[in-house]
């Protein structure tokens, strides 16, 4: 049974930090690429940054030099360093990862909980 236990979520003040984190637990054979989503009210959930297994990372461009993605293989946990936010980055983040496992064949995608970002003064 894989599952995604996210945490770090919390109310912060525009110009502030939050850090996120996502850690897979189960039996795992490997993980795959990493990510986190995050879905406002009324709109549809959104790519916010992903890692692969090899460290290569991507952003959206409204992240872009603000947030960090990073990732310990060895715990198999996902990181979402999050700096100078903004009001318009609240949402709820979701973690997602790519796991093979080791009693069937091919990838299977999985989604974390959710954790509540609240960016307001």
């Known amino acids: 049974q894989v599952q995604l236990g996210e945490s770090g979520g919390g109310l912060v003040q525009p110009g502030g930090s939050l850090r996120l984190s996502c850690a897979a637990s189960?039996?795992?054979?490997?993980?795959?690429?990493m990510g986190w989503y995050r879905q406002a009210p009324g709109k549809q959930r959104e790519l916010v940054a992903f890692i692969t297994d090899t460290g290569s990372t991507h952003y959206a461009d409204s992240v872009k030099g603000r947030f960090t993605i990073s990732r310990d293989n060895a715990k198999n946990t996902v990181y979402l360093q999050m700096d100078s936010l903004k009001p318009e980055d609240t949402a709820v983040y979701y973690c997602?990862?790519?796991?093979?496992?080791?009693?069937?064949?091919?990838?299977?995608?999985?989604w974390g909980q959710g954790t509540q970002v609240t960016v307001s003064s």
């Open positions: 997602n990862a790519d796991v093979q496992l080791p009693t069937r064949r091919g990838t299977f995608g999985y």
């Open positions: 189960g039996s795992i054979s490997n993980v795959g690429v």
